[in-house]
């Protein structure tokens, strides 16, 4: 398998601007999750899935994010308007059906996203 | 162990030695830890995790210790080689798929050659 793969690996836009990060899961992981990560805040849990549904988006900064999974093998996080201080690596990771057994997060390697 | 400024804590060794990274965790409910490590440029990878019901586990080189009693966890890596150098997290957790990691703001490693 090739691993959770996220596009694009880097995006430069400006501010005001539509971003869209996109993911691909690993084949058959029930989960998918979506990170931002900062040198001030560390990971933190911006939306999780579970079969295609949004389980919690508690993380989610304020209304200008939103996140879809259409279906079990894609999902989108848009930011719009875009704002400097939204400017970040932004990590997608799947996870195969969480039991007492299988709790392993597996990311991809980011987007690393610049708002001027 | 964790830090709440802008900079990472750091830990700097030569090549074979061994390095031991520490973590604290919060929440006393958590019973499932797991150690992340992300080179430069990737993301995170997972190298170890440890359940509440052991104190060790030992991997490849690595060896988790988790304390219970003063809610801290060390990863320890044997002979440490510049492949092993990258930012180490922990992450907290409890068991039963509902509750998801809670990631530490990680160490930095650098081994220097």
């Known amino acids: 398998d090739a691993g959770v793969i996220q596009s694009p690996r880097h995006e430069v836009t400006e501010m005001g601007q539509e971003v869209t990060l996109r993911c691909k899961p690993i084949?058959?992981?029930?989960?998918l999750f979506w990170y931002r990560q900062t040198m001030m805040r560390g990971l933190e849990l911006l939306i999780y899935f579970n079969n295609n549904v949004p389980i919690d988006d508690s993380g989610m900064p304020e209304d200008r994010f939103s996140a879809k999974m259409p279906n079990a093998s894609f999902s989108t996080l848009k930011i719009q308007p875009s704002e400097p201080r939204d400017s970040a690596v932004y990590f997608c990771?799947?996870?195969?059906?969480?039991?007492?057994?299988?709790?392993?997060?597996?990311f991809g390697s980011g987007t690393q996203l610049s708002v001027l | 162990g964790e830090s709440v400024g802008l900079h990472l804590p750091t830990l700097s060794v030569q090549e074979g030695d061994n390095s031991i990274i520490n973590c604290a965790y919060s929440n006393s409910a958590s019973d499932y830890f797991i150690w992340y490590k992300q080179e430069s440029g990737k993301g995170p990878q997972f190298i170890i995790d440890?359940?509440?019901?052991?104190d060790k586990r030992q991997g490849q080189r690595v060896t988790v210790l988790l304390n219970k009693t003063v809610k801290h966890l060390s990863l320890q890596i044997a002979a440490t080689q510049p492949g092993d150098s990258a930012v180490y997290f922990c992450?907290?957790?409890?068991?039963?798929?509902?509750?998801?990691?809670?990631f530490g703001r990680g160490t930095s490693l650098i081994v220097h050659p």
């Open positions: 990771a799947s996870s195969p059906i969480r039991d007492s057994l299988n709790e392993k997060l597996f």
């Open positions: 992450a907290e957790s409890r068991s039963g798929g509902s509750y998801i990691p809670t």
């Open positions: 084949s058959g992981h029930d989960y």
């Open positions: 440890i359940r509440s019901n052991m």
